[in-house]
């Protein structure tokens, strides 16, 4: 059974930096295109950042240039490197591997993380 632990989140001032980590147990991690996803309050889930198997990487508009994704496959985690925080930032995230051509989540979803950008 696959499990997505999340971690990092908290309350930052905006222009803050936050860095969050997924623990992913329980799959073949390093052949899958891993994802971090947000959702805002009274809002949809969305895909912010993936990256493929071999470190390719794709954002979001709202966040490029100022989050960065990155996975370490030996220890079966992917991160997500936020700089630049604003408050419209402000949401749960959540990581999941993405189905094949697509931005849906694979897996049941985990606890998430919460990020507060906040002065």
């Known amino acids: 059974q696959v499990q997505l632990v999340e971690s990092g989140g908290g309350l930052v001032q905006p222009g803050g930096s936050l860095r969050l980590s997924c623990v992913v147990s329980?799959?073949?991690?390093?052949?899958?295109?891993m994802g971090w996803y947000r959702q805002a309050p009274g809002k949809q889930r969305e895909l912010v950042a993936r990256?493929?198997?071999?470190?390719?990487?794709n954002y979001a508009d709202s966040v490029k240039g100022r989050f960065t994704i990155s996975r370490d496959n030996a220890k079966r985690t992917v991160y997500l490197q936020m700089d630049s925080l604003k408050p419209e930032d402000t949401a749960v995230y959540y990581c999941?591997?993405?189905?094949?051509?697509?931005?849906?989540?694979?897996?049941?979803w985990g606890q998430g993380t919460l990020v507060t950008v906040s002065s």
């Open positions: 990256i493929s198997p071999s470190g390719s990487t």
């Open positions: 999941n591997r993405l189905r094949a051509g697509s931005e849906e989540p694979f897996y049941t």
């Open positions: 329980g799959s073949i991690f390093s052949f899958n295109i």
